[in-house]
């Protein structure tokens, strides 16, 4: 096993513990046996691995991870962060940085690891954690009604 499995394999397995998630579907087409092992220890009722999301369209899972080797495009990651599952994580490489950061912002997600020396960049989604209240960010008051017979243009 290579540092970046190591990292890689770690990693996933701190967000599932932090997350708890009954049902996980991980995006890839390598061999993850050593990373089913490590998740088989932990509380995980459904675990689907695949290589693509075609066959996905009426399945809910808790969390969705895509590793490196795959190279899902923006409509797809849409699909999965707004119909698939709440919790997304991506890993990626630094080939085309500069894009994929852009896109993954534009879809509403953070970073979440960097790490150069092995090439491993991962990107998180959370929809719980994505847009959180705010005291000023409600109806209360936006409608002004005390001033609708006080200012008229």
Same mark, same amino acid.
């Given at each position: ?12 397995? &701190? ?21 089913i092992?490590r998740?088989e ?10 290589? &693509? ?7 809910? @899972?808790?969390? @969705? ?15 999965i962060?707004?119909l698939?599952?709440?919790?997304? *994580?991506?890993?990626?490489? @630094? ?11 534009k ?7 960097i ?27 936006? *409608?002004?009604?005390?001033? @609708? ?5």
């Amino acid at each position: 096993m290579t540092k970046k499995e190591k990292i890689l394999h770690s990693y996933i397995t &701190n967000i599932i513990e932090d997350e708890n998630p009954k049902n996980i579907f991980i995006l890839t087409s390598q061999d993850v046996s050593k990373l089913i092992k490590r998740i088989e220890k932990l509380s995980v009722n459904g675990l689907s691995i695949g290589p &693509n999301i075609e066959k996905l369209s009426d399945e809910n @899972f808790d969390l @969705f991870i895509i590793l490196d080797d795959i190279h899902a495009s923006e409509s797809n990651i849409g699909t999965i962060k707004n119909l698939l599952s709440h919790k997304v *994580a991506i890993f990626t490489s @630094f080939e085309n940085d500069q894009e994929t950061n852009e896109v993954m912002l534009k879809l509403g997600f953070q970073t979440e690891l960097i790490d150069k020396n092995n090439k491993l960049k991962c990107f998180s989604y959370n929809l719980k954690t994505y847009n959180n209240k705010r005291t000023w960010n409600n109806p209360k008051g936006w *409608a002004n009604p005390e001033n @609708f017979d006080k200012f008229r243009w």
